[in-house]
């Protein structure tokens, strides 16, 4: 049986992808895999068949093919279908199953914060696929208020009956407990980048950014001065790992072991980043 295992995306350059899934086959599956396929637009669907001609045992996806890839699947997962993205896709028995992940590692991480959303209002900044998951996992487990922020809030028309305000906007928000950075804004290599100003996040409590790179974003370091809980995107990229990994092996992951390459991740990085 292959024990071929994978990512696919577009641009992979910066993917700690490889570094947490071979950590994790070091326990269970040391024969393994784990390779960076990078994809052009116009050659996913031969990709995908050329991973079933090769018997590949499961990959990961990423940006921009977590919607575009469903139409290549035999099966999507529950969570995938409300979310109306896959980043997991199984190799099982000749069909390809689709999941996602994504939605478990951001819970995973909420709890690993001790954060309780429950009535609690959510501020989404950014309308594009990467808030799917982390959208359907707040409206799942009882958020109270959710709103989208967008750059142009009138030409966001898929949202169903979620407000959309423009940023300038945010200023105006009476309820303020989480604030959520689902953009790109801050990622390496444009660390001096923030998605909002510094004072709109005073009255806020919680600063969460689904970047992991840096660890600190000016977004979070920003919301830190001002003595916000902040949480970065990392703990949410091992979990989902896990996650992923259980789906193809059949096994539980102990949160042991997430939280031990959380740790060598966190210095990983920090040293790319020196």
Same mark, same amino acid.
């Given at each position: ?26 326990? $269970?599956?040391? +024969? ?15 990709? /995908? ?7 590949? &045992?499961? /990959?990961?996806?990423?940006? !921009?093919?977590?919607?575009?890839? $469903?139409? *290549? ?8 279908? &409300? ?8 190799? +099982? ?30 501020? #989404? ?13 707040? #409206? ?9 922020v967008s750059r142009e809030p009138q ?11 423009? *940023?300038?906007? %945010?200023?105006? %928000?009476?309820?303020?407990?989480? $604030? $959520? ?13 923030? !998605?909002? &100003?510094?004072?709109? %996040? +005073?009255?806020?409590?919680?600063? /969460?950014d689904i970047i992991y790179n840096p660890?600190?974003? +000016?977004?979070?370091?920003?919301? &830190?001065?001002?003595? %916000? ?5 990392? *703990?949410m990229l091992i979990a989902q790992a896990?996650?992923?990994?259980? #789906? ?13 390459? *959380? ?12």
């Open positions: 049986m292959s024990n071929i295992y994978g990512l696919i995306g577009e641009k992979l350059g910066h993917s700690f992808s490889p570094q947490i899934h071979n950590m994790i086959f070091e326990n $269970i599956n040391p +024969k393994a895999v784990y390779n960076l396929f990078e994809i052009k637009k116009e050659n996913l669907e031969k990709a /995908v068949e050329g991973l079933k001609a090769l018997e590949a &045992r499961g /990959v990961t996806v990423t940006i !921009p093919y977590k919607v575009e890839i $469903i139409k *290549y699947l035999d099966e999507i997962s529950p969570e995938a279908e &409300r979310i109306g993205a896959v980043n997991t896709v199984d190799f +099982k028995n000749g069909k390809l199953i689709g999941y996602n992940t994504d939605y478990y590692g951001f819970g995973e991480t909420l709890k690993k914060a001790a954060i309780d959303i429950t009535n609690k209002s959510a501020v #989404i900044l950014g309308t594009g696929g990467a808030s799917k998951a982390v959208v359907q996992y707040l #409206i799942d487990n009882n958020i109270g208020e959710l709103i989208y030409k966001v028309n898929n949202l169903g009956d979620f407000k959309v305000i423009s *940023y300038e906007q %945010l200023h105006e %928000l009476e309820n303020k407990d989480l $604030i $959520i950075n689902c953009t790109p804004c801050g990622m390496y290599p444009n660390v001096e980048n923030s !998605p909002v &100003r510094k004072d709109i %996040l +005073k009255e806020f409590s919680v600063a /969460v660890l600190e974003t +000016k977004f979070l370091s920003e919301a &830190r001065e001002l003595n %916000l809980k902040t949480i970065n995107g990392l *703990y896990a996650a992923a990994q259980e #789906i193809w092996h059949g096994i539980e992951i102990s949160n042991n072991v997430v939280d031990k390459i *959380y740790e060598k991740l966190q210095l990983m990085i920090g040293e790319n980043n020196e």
